[in-house]
């Protein structure tokens, strides 16, 4: 492929806006890590978990904790917290590494956004492993993703959710059922209004300094450009980008996302609907009745 200008202006403009600071702020943030800051972000779940078996106040926000997430979220950690915040960063270089393909886990494992969620000790790593194998076809992928999404509720998973149930059909009810579950035992642990009155006042983190969006800048108005532009995105399976463009703000984690545009070589076939064949499936049987209707048989 021959240099042009317009080449060398391109991969001029790449390397200046987007690699040399991803590899500045990648190392501070491993520089970070390795000096022990907190990860502030399990810090949460581990507090929320507490509460959770003790009956504090979970969805109350002081200056140093604020808990979105579904209270069963905050029981299930339970079983992590054993891990300790050390253990919490070791797994995500275990996701990092099981991602579907070796793009994908360099890309992740280069990236600030994957270096910033392992600072923080927050969760978009395991949503994108799951995500990742889900847009695969992989049925724990699938599983593991719908449910990350009832759990941990954002808007930037509602794209891959909805491709995913449109695309396999099978999930549907299971993933309508699940959060009709979710919302019975919320409801029945006393927890809905907190729940529910914590995401919607959720918006006001467009206002964190951590904000790297859009809305840092117009504000709530990104949602009238971003909200059609993520239902294009997420029609056309352009998943990864169509979570960007779904979510009211973008903390520096939430660029992990995009890397979903690499998880698939080519994008899931819908499943055929009762009584329909697959094509391969009926060309098969098509060619094996036309044979059989040649084919006479011989003497006993």
């Known amino acids: 492929m021959a240099l042009t200008p317009r080449r060398v202006l391109l991969a001029a403009a790449l390397l200046v806006l987007v690699v040399t600071p991803n590899v500045w702020l990648a190392a501070r943030s491993i520089g970070l890590v390795l000096g022990g800051a907190s990860a502030v972000d399990w810090q949460q779940y581990v507090e929320a978990s507490h509460r959770f078996w003790t009956g504090g106040e979970l969805y109350a926000i002081t200056g140093d904790y604020a808990y979105r997430y579904s209270p069963l979220f905050a029981a299930l950690f339970t079983a992590l917290v054993p891990l300790g915040a050390i253990g919490w960063r070791v797994v995500h270089l275990a996701a990092a590494l099981a991602l579907p393909n070796w793009p994908m886990r360099m890309v992740a494992l280069a990236s600030w956004p994957f270096w910033y969620d392992v600072q923080t000790g927050n969760v978009l790593t395991f949503i994108v492993l799951a995500g990742a194998w ?90 009238l450009i971003g909200i059609p532009l993520a239902a294009w995105l997420t029609v056309r399976g352009r998943v990864g980008w169509a979570a960007l463009a779904a979510s009211p703000y973008w903390l520096p984690y939430y660029l992990l996302m995009p890397i979903l545009e690499l998880a698939p070589p080519r994008r899931m076939k819908e499943e055929p609907r009762h009584g329909q064949q697959d094509e391969p499936l009926a060309a098969v049987l098509g060619q094996r009745d036309r044979h059989a209707e040649g084919h006479q048989p011989g003497p006993v």
Not at 136 to 148: I, K, P, Q
Not at 153 to 180: E, H
Not at 211 to 221: E, M
Request: no cysteine.
């Open 134 to 223: 889900a847009l695969r076809g992989n049925r724990w992928g699938t599983a593991g993703f719908l449910l990350l999404t009832l759990l941990l509720p954002r808007p930037l998973m509602f794209p891959v959710a909805a491709w995913l149930v449109w695309k396999q059909p099978s999930w549907r009810w299971p993933f309508v059922i699940g959060g009709v579950v979710q919302l019975g035992i919320v409801a029945g642990l006393g927890w809905a209004n907190g729940w529910f009155g914590t995401l919607v006042n959720a918006t006001t983190d467009a206002l964190l300094p951590s904000n790297v969006g859009p809305s840092r800048v117009i504000g709530q108005w990104w949602l």
